[in-house]
């Protein structure tokens, strides 16, 4: 099953499918829209996210970005996708009505994985199927009524990873600081290398940043940013034919060499070891 809404004027695309792999590149732009992976089956599947293979597990659902690449090589069996444009909808223009980013997309923490916990599994097999029914309504307000169950998926789905991936003990305030953070980062990752560039940003003293991190995970602020800059020197390297040389000035580096000393650092291994090694490192 591949179900689609085009809007052509605003090349606005949400779609859903009951297997991704098989209708991967039947959508249009699959690779420019933002995803949820939802494993609906009664055993665990395998994707692979940046050359790197994760399970998911039965009733368990995962989020990327356009930012990532993923592949379903290794996936073995039929994986439910929504997927959608930032012209359908933008979690940045509407992140004050749904408050994902930083927690479920643009964040730079573990992929985020989420489980429908077993009182809540009809919860979200009934959005599914209203989902479903409203593809098959095309009239004047189809756009907006998918508009509205999107944003309510993604809302059901905060919820579930503000609980479930290490911030249940933190407060809202100290969530909202959290998912800012890790999505400016994400922004503005090349440029801004610093925590105190980010904690003026955010209000805050460099300090307050490194407690609440403490709490929140074993990574500093400092860690996150140069893990996020390494993170993109490694999709640069696997994804793309550019030369060191030029993925050093893409992520703002003057000179070659210092990028060099900066990713076998991060990966213990230089850059020509690491496009040499079969298996990239996550």
């Known amino acids: 099953m591949r179900?689609?809404?085009?809007?052509?004027?605003?090349?606005?695309?949400?779609?859903?499918?009951?297997?991704?792999?098989?209708?991967?590149?039947?959508?249009?732009d699959t690779e420019n829209t933002i995803k949820f992976l939802w494993n609906r089956n009664k055993v665990s599947v395998t994707v692979a996210i940046d050359g790197l293979a994760m399970e998911l597990g039965p009733n368990q659902i995962m989020t990327a970005t356009y930012l990532?690449?993923?592949?379903?090589?290794?996936?073995?069996?039929?994986?439910?996708?929504?997927?959608?444009?930032?012209?359908?909808y933008c979690i940045s223009d509407h992140d004050n009505e749904v408050s994902?980013?930083?927690?479920?997309?643009?964040?730079?923490?573990?992929?985020?994985?989420?489980?429908?916990p077993q009182e809540l599994q009809k919860r979200f097999d009934l959005l599914y199927e209203v989902l479903v029914?409203?593809?098959?309504?095309?009239?004047?307000?189809?756009?907006?009524?998918?508009?509205?169950?999107?944003?309510?998926?993604?809302?059901?789905?905060?919820?579930?990873a503000k609980e479930q991936l290490k911030l249940k003990n933190l407060d809202n305030d100290q969530i909202e600081v959290i998912r800012k953070f890790n999505y400016l980062v994400d922004i503005h990752y090349k440029t801004k290398r610093k925590v105190s560039d980010y904690a003026e940003l955010l209000f805050k003293s460099p300090k307050t940043l490194s407690n609440l991190f403490s709490l929140y995970n074993q990574k500093s602020p400092q860690r996150i940013i140069l893990d996020r800059l390494a993170l993109e020197a490694k999709r640069l390297m696997h994804f793309t034919d550019k030369q060191n040389q030029e993925i050093a000035?893409?992520?703002?580096?003057?000179?070659?060499?210092?990028?060099?000393?900066?990713?076998?650092?991060?990966?213990?291994?230089?850059?020509?070891?690491?496009?040499?090694?079969?298996?990239?490192?996550g």
């Open 249 to 281: 000035f893409e992520l703002g580096f003057n000179d070659p060499a210092h990028f060099s000393r900066f990713f076998k650092k991060m990966t213990q291994m230089t850059p020509s070891e690491y496009r040499e090694t079969p298996e990239k490192a």
């Open 68 to 88: 990532q690449k993923l592949s379903f090589a290794s996936t073995q069996l039929p994986l439910t996708a929504i997927l959608f444009n930032r012209e359908f």
């Open 100 to 116: 994902c980013n930083g927690i479920l997309f643009f964040g730079t923490q573990d992929i985020p994985i989420i489980t429908i």
């Open 3 to 28: 179900l689609e809404f085009h809007e052509p004027k605003l090349n606005a695309v949400l779609g859903l499918t009951d297997s991704i792999k098989t209708d991967e590149n039947r959508f249009p």
């Open 133 to 160: 029914e409203e593809f098959a309504t095309p009239d004047a307000i189809q756009g907006d009524m998918l508009q509205m169950m999107l944003k309510r998926f993604i809302i059901m789905s905060t919820r579930l």
